[in-house]
């Protein structure tokens, strides 16, 4: 094979894109300030593959495919012949370490987010790429998110798993109901509907029958909790539960959350999950926006739920839930209310 045909060949290779030139690393622009990487990729780091947003986020740091393309020094050392001395070492200025490519977009979106809250001060991006500039820089970020537990919980821990340089992003904890907690089987039973409610009602009832007034007692005795709950759901009226609409919890709290950002709302996110498993990568402006907004809902789902710790340690609230059902079944059957009575001090129901 001549000379002509292996130029040809080449020639070809790197116009398909199938081969690259060799990166030198001093072909890399320094990082020294967050300002730095608002910058683009590619400015930063020329020649490098970069992460393609939406894959799975291996260490491209140790990544053949983008390792490859950057020279390492090699040498073999060999002994000195001469006995003269060796004139003084040239200082060369270490090459910086790669970045990557998803802390460029989160840094980048956090700063946009920024531009729209007026919160883009000019000395936030001439913090210095550490610990402490990227705790200043994302100082204002965490007081929003502050007000909603858990979603700072992330930015508040930034740096602790190692140097912020080598992050791949930025996220945020989306809330969520607790498997593990006890009173979460309550939780449960109010978004599943009205069969779950009188399992659960069934499970308490020999903890709180003697605390309600005669006539509810008698009404239990001859109706299944089903028929109450049903009711209860069904009926129009005052009432403290709307178990409807917890029950379609999904359109009736998140319906505009899911409208206003349905590519970030299409991850999914499980309402009840093990610890805090929802997690949003900041890739935008829009994904704190819709974490906001998803916070927001998620508290207004919480406060429309019974205290689910007094139902399960507190005999009295599940007791006036039951006095709540059979006088919301009395009302729809035209049937005279019974007053709460409350118990005694031997906690039995008044007379």
């Known amino acids: 094979m ?10 070809g290779a790197v116009e398909r894109g199938s081969l690259r030139p060799i990166v030198e690393r001093t072909a890399f622009a320094p990082l020294e300030t967050m300002g730095d990487l608002l910058r683009p990729w590619e400015e930063c780091f020329p020649g ?4 393609e947003e939406g894959e799975d986020a291996e260490d491209f740091k140790t990544n053949r495919r ?11 050392p060999q002994p000195r012949r001469s006995r003269r001395a060796l004139p003084a070492p040239r200082l060369i200025s270490a090459a910086p370490k790669l970045v990557h490519p998803g802390l460029f977009r989160s840094i980048s979106a956090v700063w946009e987010f920024y531009k729209a809250e007026g919160r883009d001060k000019p000395e936030l991006v001439e913090q210095p790429l550490s610990f402490d500039g990227m705790h200043a820089f994302l100082d204002p970020l965490w007081r929003v998110l502050s007000d909603y537990y858990p979603l700072f919980c992330d930015i508040e821990n930034v740096g602790s798993d190692g140097p912020v340089n080598e992050m791949d992003c930025l996220t945020m904890m989306l809330p969520n109901f607790d498997w593990n907690d006890e009173g979460i089987g309550v939780v ?4 599943s509907g009205p069969s779950a409610i009188a399992g659960m009602m069934g499970h308490f009832d020999g903890t709180f029958i003697w605390d309600l007034p005669k006539p509810d007692q008698n009404l239990l005795a001859k109706l299944p909790w089903d028929e109450l709950t049903i009711t209860y759901r069904d009926a129009s009226g005052k009432k403290s539960y709307d178990i409807w609409a917890l029950e379609n919890f999904e359109e009736n709290f998140f319906a505009k959350v899911k409208e206003r950002f349905p590519g970030q709302y299409a991850n999914g996110f499980d309402i009840i999950a093990e610890g805090y498993e929802n997690t949003v990568v900041i890739t935008c402006a829009q994904d704190i926006e819709f974490a906001i907004a998803y916070a927001e809902a998620f508290e207004c789902l919480s406060a429309a739920l019974p205290d689910w710790n007094s139902f399960e340690h507190s005999s009295e609230a599940s007791g006036k839930f039951a006095h709540e059902l059979c ?18 001090a031997e906690g039995r129901a008044r007379s």
């Open 2 to 11: 001549n000379a002509a045909v292996i130029i040809e060949r080449i020639q």
């Open 48 to 51: 490098v593959a970069s992460v």
């Open 66 to 76: 983008t390792m490859s393309r950057i020279r390492k020094p090699r040498f073999t």
């Open 188 to 191: 449960e039973a109010f978004l």
């Open 327 to 344: 006088n919301v079944w009395r009302r729809a059957n035209g049937k005279k209310q019974v007053k709460w009575t409350g118990v005694d």
